[in-house]
């Protein structure tokens, strides 16, 4: 964990810098409209970890909350009744996804980028031929109520930090770290690599229905909806240190990274500074992280610790 610290501290500083600029943050209502804005990405970035940490990427999850909205949008069409229903097949859809790209890629051997890359155009046109670009229907109160309602999405959230520390701390998560770190020496220890790979991938496609769920709520029903939020994901990971090859990382640190991101988005919304900023600012974090991980990991695998 003491790697994460710098994040922690650009986070406060962030959040201080905010506090200045716009005193009614500081406020409960403030800060918990900053948190409802978070709790999406911070959960993708969840997500996200357990995928990058084992040595892929997921890059489907954008498309596929986009899938999550739209679809729901058109099965509740305003009924009440329909919210519960859904709200499970949306939650199926996300587990189905990611078990298709976590089979394709430890399975058929095609790499993780081309798998979900392609996992992303399929679901990124399914809509647009489902919709026409136009997507019809209505979200229910019921179902809006996960992203409108600060405390829901407040308490998802910290369901979610929960599981994925505790996820970690069990076999799961150091077969994850091996795995990642290195897969052959992993497979001659008895890890089963192919097999925590899949369930990193099913939880990446868990936490993208989920973040759809509550950004439907909150943001309402777009065809665009999605869109970047893959790239937001790994430049929170990336972020919050998480090396991009997989093996070094800790979970809590890439949620952070989401917080951090969010925070600096929302410091240049206050300073008047063009969204589209935003785009070159992820850019810069995915390079400089890569280079600066790529000049500290020699280091670290050679370390006493390490050997």
């Not at 406060?12 to 500081?26: D, E, T």
């Not at 409960?28 to 970890?49: C, D, E, M, N, S």
């Not at 770290?177 to 939880?203: Q, T």
Request: proline letters at 3%.
């Amino acid at each position: 964990m003491k790697r994460a610290i710098p994040i922690f501290v650009v986070l406060a500083g962030l959040l201080v810098a905010i506090a200045v600029a716009n005193p009614f943050f500081l406020e409960p209502a403030g800060f918990l409209a900053f948190l409802k804005r978070v709790a999406p990405l911070a959960i993708l970035a969840a997500g996200q970890y357990f995928v990058i940490v084992s040595g892929e990427f997921d890059l489907s999850v954008g498309s596929l909350v986009t899938v999550e909205v739209v679809v729901a949008a058109r099965l509740i069409d305003g009924d009440e009744a329909m919210t519960w229903p859904v709200l499970i097949l949306l939650v199926v859809i996300g587990l189905l996804v990611g078990l298709v790209n976590g089979l394709v890629t430890t399975k058929l051997r095609v790499p993780s980028f081309i798998t979900t890359l392609g996992a992303m155009l399929i679901l990124s046109g399914a809509v647009f031929l489902w919709t026409g670009g136009a997507p019809r229907g209505a979200l229910s109160q019921g179902f809006r109520v996960f992203g409108r309602e600060g405390v829901w999405a407040v308490a998802i959230l910290v369901v979610v930090v929960i599981a994925a520390v505790l996820l970690m701390r069990a076999d799961f998560g150091r077969t994850l770290v091996a795995a990642g770190d290195n897969e052959k020496a992993a497979r001659l220890s008895g890890v089963r690599v192919d097999r925590v790979r899949v369930f990193a991938f099913v939880l990446s496609g868990l936490s993208a229905a989920v973040a759809g769920i509550l950004l439907g709520g909150f943001a309402g029903v777009s065809a665009q909806v999605g869109q970047s939020l893959e790239f937001q994901a790994i430049t929170a990971v990336v972020l919050g240190g998480v090396v991009l090859g997989g093996g070094r990382g800790h979970v809590v640190a890439a949620i952070a990274g989401a917080f951090t991101l969010e925070a600096l988005f929302t410091l240049l919304n206050l300073h008047g500074i063009s969204g589209a900023l935003e785009y070159a600012v992820q850019g810069v974090i995915i390079i400089a992280a890569v280079a600066v991980g790529g000049l500290r990991l020699p280091s670290l695998r050679l370390s006493p610790s390490k050997v």
